[in-house]
């Protein structure tokens, strides 16, 4: 979902929070409204109300991993659309596809570079006349006569 002001919302949830500031910073500083939490058990609760385009999501965080959290975000049907980037240290391959058994959209290892990110971001939100007809598809054209 995008603010009043054309960006669009992506809430990264880290318990690490000099890496979530990090985040942040990069992505507001490319064009997104981007905020961080480090709580897991209120990150739900958050995705629901705000509705993000994206959510950027470790793995190992305490009480509920990330891994839980994207089962959840996509099995709920008012946030099941929400596009889901794992990002983590956990290298093992187990890891990787039950992330993507959960409905991740994506997987990056950390750490990465910047653009890796970024670049991910970008490939999972909608291409811009896809946006721009699902603005307009209900809009009636009118001809002078």
């Given at each position: 979902m995008k603010t009043k002001n054309g960006k669009y919302n992506i809430l990264i949830i880290d318990?690490?929070?000099?890496l979530a500031e990090l985040i942040?910073?990069?992505?507001?500083?490319?064009?997104?409204?981007a905020k961080y939490i480090t709580d897991s058990m209120e990150a739900f609760e958050k995705i629901k109300k705000d509705k993000p385009s994206i959510v950027i999501l470790d793995i190992v965080m305490p009480v509920m991993d990330g891994l839980r959290l994207?089962?959840?975000?996509?099995?709920?049907?008012?946030?099941?659309?929400?596009?889901?980037?794992?990002?983590?240290?956990k290298k093992y391959?187990?890891?990787?596809?039950?992330?993507?058994?959960?409905?991740a959209d994506a997987?990056?290892?950390?750490?990465?570079?910047?653009?890796?990110l970024l670049?991910?971001?970008?490939?999972?939100?909608?291409?811009?006349?896809?946006e721009i007809y699902q603005n307009y598809e209900n809009?009636?054209?009118?001809?002078d006569t």
């Open positions: 318990d690490n929070k000099e942040q910073l990069l992505l507001n500083q490319n064009g997104f409204n994207c089962g959840k975000i996509k099995s709920t049907p008012g946030t099941a659309k929400t596009k889901v980037i794992i990002y983590s240290g391959e187990s890891d990787r596809r039950r992330a993507f058994n959960l409905g997987f990056i290892l950390k750490p990465t570079r910047a653009h890796i670049n991910k971001v970008k490939e999972l939100l909608p291409p811009v006349h896809e809009a009636i054209l009118f001809q």
